[in-house]
């Protein structure tokens, strides 16, 4: 994709549907006793990964192609039954961690396998913890990349002290813990988003939270849960970027997911001096929402780290690009996660920036960045990863000239983005 330096930004952007909510509500309520109806949900590569996995364990999904809305028929907590083929998760590391947590519990054979990127991307973080609960699993590279071999059956409860703060790892215990034979518990050094705890409550799970432990006893059934998915603030991030960043900008992104597990970056945009509003606040299928508006600002810099990381972490890269058009020194650190992302993104965001005339230097957990810096247009390379092909064309919309971004892969969690990117970017030009 070609992109070219914007005159002005305005529009009004719907967000695309959360896309951790949307895995969630097809892999929960395929084990639900009972039909739930999916509204809005993310018609991305990634979740169709996950629905075609479930379709392969036998779970009964009716979700047309392009459609927004999908029927799920729930048999029952035990009700999946062993596919005729390995379970291609794609470039969806959430299906796959989520997945053999759930298939854990069930005494079938799987194979789970994705694309490159994704057999590249450790899955020991959630081996381990599965297997101390009694599951048989094993995989490549002692048992640290995909393809995984998973035999579920009876499992035991486990108190499991995580690491690092991780949603999907969390998650995969949680859905292991609801089969097991007792009471499990997630310690976490800080607080992970917090999707699976809300959802699951919802449908009747119990689940008990003390600051970054959740524990969750043993289910017999859940109900389904019908819901209309928010938007998700990961893809409302370039935007909020975008326009804060810009001299001459204004943006309403409708229906953003504001679960407080979630919004980092809104607290790293207000320490950094952007003018972001809330608007319209409510309640969507468990989860807050809101309308925000986001006005050019004058940013300075800032040190992002600690319990701010784990509740920003898909939005870090980005906050490389705000750093690029504020006072002062923005440091990223105790972002360790970022290496073993779909691609290693501290890396990733620092060659695509450096490019673009950015001052920045990596560091092992994170990145700094010297600003203000006048970015200019520059070929790069999005590796695939939808985060960093994102980066790139916000950075290009921002930067003088043109921008030349491949293997963007922005489609992985936002199908409509340079359609949307186009409609805010007057003046500017983006083409295939």
């Known amino acids: 994709m070609i992109v070219n330096s914007a005159g002005r930004i305005r529009a009004r952007i719907e967000i695309p549907s959360d896309k951790s909510i949307s895995h969630r509500s097809l892999i929960f309520n395929a084990i639900a006793d009972g039909p739930a109806t999916v509204e809005r949900i993310l018609d991305s ?24 809305v999908a029927h799920i028929r729930g048999n029952g907590m035990h009700s999946l039954f062993e596919a005729d083929d390995t379970l291609d998760c794609g470039n969806s590391g959430t299906s796959m961690r989520l997945l053999l947590g759930l298939l854990a519990g069930h005494p079938i054979l799987s194979i789970l396998t994705g694309d490159a990127s994704l057999r590249s991307r450790p899955m020991a973080r959630v081996i381990g913890p599965l297997r101390s609960m009694g599951a048989q699993i094993s995989a490549r590279k002692g048992d640290t990349l995909a393809p995984v071999v998973v035999r579920g059956g ?18 995969a215990i949680m859905l292991a813990g609801l089969y097991a034979n007792g009471p499990s518990s997630v310690i976490e050094p800080d607080k992970s ?16 939270e003390d600051g970054a432990i959740t524990r969750i ?5 859940l109900s389904p849960l019908s819901l209309r998915v928010p938007g998700d603030i990961s893809s409302a991030a370039p935007w909020l970027v975008l326009a804060a960043a810009h001299p001459d900008a204004e943006l309403l992104l409708e229906g953003v997911n504001v679960n407080p597990t979630r ?18 606040e409510r309640t969507s299928g ?36 705000l750093a690029c058009f504020a006072e002062g020194e923005t440091v990223v650190k105790d972002a360790q996660e970022l290496v073993v992302k779909e691609s290693d993104r501290v ?9 673009m005339g950015a001052r920045i230097t990596p560091r092992p957990d994170g990145f700094v960045v010297h600003g203000p810096a006048r970015l200019h247009g520059a070929r790069v390379d999005g590796h695939s990863d939808h985060r960093i092909g994102m980066l790139g064309a916000i950075a290009g919309a921002l930067a003088e000239g043109e921008t030349r971004i491949e293997n963007d ?5 936002y199908p409509n983005f340079w359609q949307d990117l186009a409609r805010a970017a007057e003046g500017g030009m983006i083409k295939a």
Do not use: F, N
């Open 286 to 321: 468990g989860e807050p929402a809101a309308d925000l508006v986001v006005r050019s600002s004058q940013l300075r810099g800032t040190v992002v780290s600690g319990s701010l990381v784990p509740r920003a972490i898909d939005e870090l890269p980005l906050v490389a690009v």
């Open 154 to 171: 009876s499992l035991r409860a486990i108190d499991y002290e995580s690491p690092m703060a991780s949603a999907q790892v969390k998650s």
């Open 45 to 68: 590569e990634d979740v169709r990964s996950t629905a075609a996995c479930l379709s392969a364990l036998g779970v009964e999904i009716d979700w047309p192609s392009g459609a927004p």
């Open 217 to 221: 006893r043993p289910a017999s059934r």
């Open 263 to 280: 919004t980092g970056l809104l607290d790293i945009l207000r320490q950094m001096g952007a003018s972001v509003e809330r608007l319209e």
């Open 193 to 208: 988003r917090d999707h699976t705890e809300r959802m699951l409550s919802a449908m009747g799970a119990e689940i008990a």
């Open 409 to 413: 892969a922005v489609g992985v969690s």
């Open 347 to 355: 890396q990733s965001t620092v060659d695509l920036l450096t490019r």
